[in-house]
């Protein structure tokens, strides 16, 4: 089994709907993110997550929300999907250890991703 | 703004050959530059990493090779071989801020 595992794998939706990408860890690892990720374009991070009353905002939060319901559980949301935020979407964990347990720190193990194609 | 600036796009290179990934940034402030490694369909998975007090790194056939006064850092993949055929991305931060990534690299090995 995966120890990161991301639901649905796939999914076409049309503008304006609610979507719900989620991701669940069997690492126990403290730190889970969410990155999206654009044809020829780096990954850019949306939200990160230290633990389930820990929740911050990445360089392309808007029109995103998430959701750590457990440790090993966070979910990322589309409000109100529109055309441009088709892409694919990661979840990634860590549990590199870094000085402090402030700041985002690195990503280190991903799911599969969820390809997400808005029409 | 901080940027990371990855070349070349796309590679191939021949089976038993040198693949050489390279990336430039601006921030002299950024400490650690992983690499990653993303197979089709799968996610990225940390390659190799490298912090400036060293100037080169060497895991396997993965080598990092760090120009700290040329703002540069590269990945060399010794003795390519066909299942190293993927897309390679590097990035760079600094404490812990957000990593900052390349466009990424799409390697082939042909045989």
């Known amino acids: 089994d995966a120890d990161v595992t991301q639901t649905p794998r796939n999914r076409i939706t049309k503008t304006g709907k609610r979507i719900m990408l989620e991701c669940s860890q069997t690492?126990?690892?403290?730190?889970m993110y969410w990155y999206r990720q654009d044809p020829g374009l780096g990954l850019q991070l949306i939200y990160y997550s230290f633990d389930v009353k820990d929740i911050n905002k990445g360089e392309i939060s808007d029109g995103y929300s998430v959701s750590r319901q457990a440790q090993a559980k966070f979910s990322l949301s589309l409000e109100s999907a529109i055309p441009n935020q088709t892409a694919l979407y990661f979840c990634?964990?860590?549990?590199?250890?870094?000085?402090?347990?402030?700041?985002?720190?690195?990503?280190?193990?991903f799911g599969d991703g969820t390809r997400l194609s808005i029409l | 703004q901080q940027q990371v600036k990855q070349s070349p796009q796309s590679l191939i290179v021949q089976k038993g050959g040198i693949s050489i990934i390279n990336c430039a940034y601006e921030?002299?402030?950024?400490?650690?530059f992983p690499w990653y490694q993303q197979f089709p369909g799968k996610g990225p998975a940390l390659l190799i990493a490298i912090r400036p007090d060293v100037s080169e790194k060497k895991e396997g056939r993965f080598t990092i090779s760090f120009n700290k006064s040329a703002k540069q850092f590269s990945l060399h993949i010794m003795d390519s071989q066909p299942g190293d055929s993927a897309t390679y991305f590097c990035a760079a931060n600094f404490g812990n801020e957000k990593l900052t990534f390349g466009t990424g690299t799409r390697l082939t090995i042909i045989p």
């Open positions: 690492k126990g690892h403290d730190r």
């Open positions: 990634a964990t860590s549990d590199l250890p870094f000085a402090s347990k402030t700041g985002v720190g690195q990503p280190q193990h």
């Open positions: 921030n002299t402030a950024f400490d650690y």
